[in-house]
């Protein structure tokens, strides 16, 4: 399979992204004594063009309030990252998919704050104005299309006096997205894409994103 670089919204897409994920061997964390969560990379059609679901958190919120994230959460009960996946973002966004819906997974990202989080791709005709945020936790949803995400200048590493890691963040508009999410999005992109085999699990967020 050759690196995409037509990112038009349609079956060729689809089919292109699911056959490099399919290819790729996910690494998962042992969870003794961590919290098992998921997060969805929710593929939509924004204007044509293929895109990833990000959200801007309530700013209120105790944890990680106003920060960029995707939808997700902790892994409830027996629940599979995959059941977990798809039941937040249904609660998140208003977004109800079967498990058809599924591309495969990624690496188990290991948090600071004692989390482990697996990346689910899923994929949806929709666009995000047919999405509705939850008033509770979701301030405002947005698109992150495929050719910014393809941008060179992404990701940035940076060195903090606070880790050993190099921190990681992705160029979003006139922002920058951290890890976790800023390091998923960029396996996403690499897997997804040019079917390289890069692992994240090594870069760190700020310390804002820690507890």
Not at 60 to 81: C, N, S, V
Not at 172 to 197: C, K, N
């Amino acid at each position: 399979m050759a690196d995409i670089t037509d990112f038009t919204f349609n079956a060729d897409l689809k089919a292109k992204i699911t056959a490099n994920i399919d290819e790729f061997r996910d690494d998962r964390v042992a969870q003794e004594a961590l919290t098992g969560a998921a997060v969805a990379i929710t593929i939509v059609n924004h204007e044509g063009e293929g895109a990833v679901l990000v959200t801007r958190r309530m700013p209120r919120l105790k944890d990680h309030g106003g920060q960029w994230a995707l939808p997700g959460g902790r892994i409830d009960g027996d629940e599979t990252p995959i059941e977990a996946a798809l039941r937040e973002l249904h609660e998140e966004v208003n977004l109800e998919l079967p498990p058809e819906s599924v591309l495969g997974t990624l690496d188990d990202y290991q948090t600071r704050s004692g989390f482990v989080i697996t990346p689910v791709v899923v994929w949806t005709d929709l666009n995000e104005l047919d999405l509705v945020p939850d008033p509770i936790e979701v301030e405002s949803i947005h698109s992150f299309t495929f050719g910014e995400l393809a941008r060179t200048d992404s990701p940035r590493l940076e060195s903090i006096p606070e880790s050993d890691r190099q921190v990681l963040s992705m160029n979003f508009s006139d922002t920058w997205i951290y890890a976790p999410t800023g390091a998923m999005l960029y396996q996403f992109r690499e897997v997804g894409f040019y079917q390289r085999h890069t692992r994240v699990s090594h870069f760190d967020g700020p310390v804002f994103t820690w507890t």
